[in-house]
């Protein structure tokens, strides 16, 4: 059965700095893409980040320069570093072992999420 657990979210103020963590079980991990979403109140969960098994990378243009993306096989698990934050960052954030190695589309299974709040 597949697990996912992310962990590292809270309350930043704008300009600060957060580390996800996406820590995976049950999942084919170490040959598939990790993506990390989010979903702010009132609107549809978007794709941020990619990373693929050779730890290749795609960002989303809203977080590109301020957020990465990387992970470690050994552990299955998988990290969003973000910088300079901003409020319209603020959301629930979720991470998705993906189908293969492609950046879509995600798999059925989705963790319970990590709730991000950027404000002053």
């Known amino acids: 059965q597949v697990h996912l657990v992310e962990s590292g979210g809270g309350l930043a103020q704008p300009g600060g700095s957060l580390r996800l963590s996406c820590v995976t079980s049950g999942a084919v991990f170490s040959t598939n893409a990790v993506g990390w979403y989010r979903q702010a109140p009132g609107k549809q969960r978007e794709r941020v980040a990619v990373i693929f098994s050779d730890g290749l990378t795609t960002h989303d243009g809203s977080v590109r320069g301020r957020f990465t993306a990387s992970r470690d096989n050994s552990k299955a698990t998988a990290y969003l570093q973000m910088k300079n934050l901003k409020p319209d960052d603020t959301a629930v954030y979720y991470c998705?072992?993906?189908?293969?190695?492609?950046?879509?589309?995600?798999?059925?299974?989705w963790g319970q999420g990590t709730q991000v709040t950027v404000s002053s």
């Open positions: 998705n072992v993906h189908e293969g190695d492609t950046v879509f589309p995600p798999s059925d299974y």
